[in-house]
């Protein structure tokens, strides 16, 4: 399984932006596809995550500002980032969790800076 991530960028607080992963299987056969991110200096940690019926879940950091969903016929999962603040600057990854095992993406670097 291959992931490709993209959309990350410099944003000026308060702004928005929106990554995608696109995924190299059909989407639906991927158990749990998930958002990460990695600060310089931290540990990665988990942001949003989408499991094959749909449901969704997020951390507490991002909720209320982040949305995942899904394009299905593009086999991509999007995360939209409303709201962003300074303490949001990562890199972000993408990662799949197919047959029981996770794969990850390339990251994403975003940047909220003024």
């Known amino acids: 399984v291959q992931l490709q991530a993209s959309g990350g960028g410099l944003v000026q607080p308060g702004g928005s932006v929106r990554l995608s992963c696109t995924v190299s299987v059909n989407i639906f056969s991927i158990a749990v596809m998930s958002w990460h991110r990695q600060a310089p200096g931290k540990q990665r940690e988990f942001v949003a995550a989408?499991?094959?019926?749909?449901?969704?879940t997020y951390a507490d950091l991002v909720k209320g500002r982040f949305t995942i969903s899904r394009d299905n016929a593009k086999n991509m999962v999007t995360l939209q980032m409303n709201g962003l603040q300074p303490e949001d600057t990562a890199a972000y990854f993408c990662?799949?969790?197919?047959?029981?095992?996770?794969?990850w993406g390339q990251g994403t670097l975003v940047t909220v800076s003024s």
């Open positions: 989408m499991l094959v019926k749909g449901t969704t």
């Open positions: 990662k799949a969790l197919y047959e029981g095992y996770g794969y």
